[in-house]
């Protein structure tokens, strides 16, 4: 059960609900972590709305963006949360080793670009006063300016969802760990690129 009550979108002020009910609908299986922040219609409209904003105008690509979500999920033990988006990260042709091993020296299936999305998501979330140059150089040599503070900006988020949704006690949607489940036991035809 929920640290506190779920809020149906009929509780909702007007203004807030097409965010509730947009991110419910198309943003994935996270219902339950959004009728917790319906306690909050500021929180709704802002942190969720950044959300859908940032899909509409996807700026990273989402192989990516799913690297970088999946290791601050693994790295902070939010089981919510990597039960939510392992399944997005196979969908970018990931095998469910690469998703399991994602912390390891070696993924299988990571290219170069990958790995340094990986070592970046780390290191903001286990060091960020300590990151080097030399990460920021791995960075550049693949991605924009605007991308890298994108991908800052969603790795920080990122555990900052981690945090919420272990001390609210947000359960798991139904089906959401059957689904990844039974993708991490089906074999996959590819475990490379997109």
Do not use: W
């Amino acid at each position: 059960m929920p640290r506190v009550r779920e809020i149906e979108i009929d509780e909702v002020p007007a203004d807030a609900r097409p965010i509730y009910e947009r991110f419910a609908r198309d943003y994935g299986p996270f219902l339950n972590q959004v009728k917790i922040f319906a306690h909050r219609p500021p929180a709704l409209r802002h942190i969720m709305g950044l959300l859908l904003e940032l899909a509409d105008d996807a700026l990273l690509p989402k192989r990516h963006l799913e690297i970088a979500l999946v290791v601050v999920s693994k790295l902070n033990e939010c089981d919510y949360c990597v039960a939510h988006h392992a399944p997005r990260l196979m969908d970018q042709g990931l095998s469910a080793a690469a998703t399991e091993n994602i912390l390891a020296d070696q993924v299988p299936g990571f290219d170069d670009v990958d790995m340094a999305v990986r070592d970046y998501a780390m290191q903001v979330t286990e060091t960020p006063g300590h990151i080097r140059d030399a990460m920021h150089e791995r960075l550049q040599a693949h991605f924009s300016e605007e991308q890298i503070v994108e991908l800052t900006l969603r790795i920080a988020l990122c555990g900052f969802f981690n945090r919420f949704n272990d001390a609210m006690g947000i359960e798991m949607e139904d089906g959401v760990e059957a689904e990844m489940i039974a993708r991490t036991s089906a074999p996959m035809e590819s475990t490379g690129g997109d």
